[in-house]
């Protein structure tokens, strides 16, 4: 069985992050969604809130593709939480060059603690190279419509955060 896990904040999680799941979830047999607890980025929603909303969201694309999409929260070193869910792959999602570089010195990273994880990058989907949780959350807090970023219930729940 092919895992691979896809990590991130995902605070809140994008139509950027459902591209990169969805293109992910065809390559592997399970995709685990790793949710970074990341304390020190002071997220906007809880931990609880970002992994329902990647459940729901995960739902959907399951049915669609047929392979298994899991959350699974993580406070630990990437490369421990691929070994304990079993990934053979870790999923990065690039937008930019700028990205790459910060991208390249984790894989050599992780290269360097475990040699037996490969990682797997896939660009986003030109439509979605703009968004980014950070400026979604911003264009939200000023009564922005983010509607071309989020689906509607991740919308729904920034407004509400906001509110």
Known sequence: MRIALYPG???PITLGH???????????????????????????FTLEER???????????TEQTGT???AHPFDNLLIDCARDVGAQ???????????FEYEFQMVGMNRA??????T????ADAG?????????????RLDGDVSKFVTPPVREALIAKFA
């Open 113 to 118: 603690l475990d040699n037996t994880v490969e």
């Open 89 to 99: 792959l870790i999923v990065r999602g690039l937008r930019a060059v700028a990205d």
């Open 120 to 123: 797997v990058f896939l660009m």
């Open 18 to 44: 459902i591209d990169i799941i969805r293109r992910a979830a065809m390559l592997v047999d399970r995709l685990v969604i790793g949710v970074a607890i990341n304390r020190d980025k002071g997220p906007l």
């Open 9 to 11: 904040t995902f605070d």
């Open 128 to 140: 979605h190279q703009a968004i980014a949780s950070k400026l979604v959350k911003e264009i939200a």
């Open 51 to 61: 992994v329902a909303m990647i459940e729901a969201e995960c739902a959907k694309l």
């Open 68 to 70: 298994e999409i899991v």
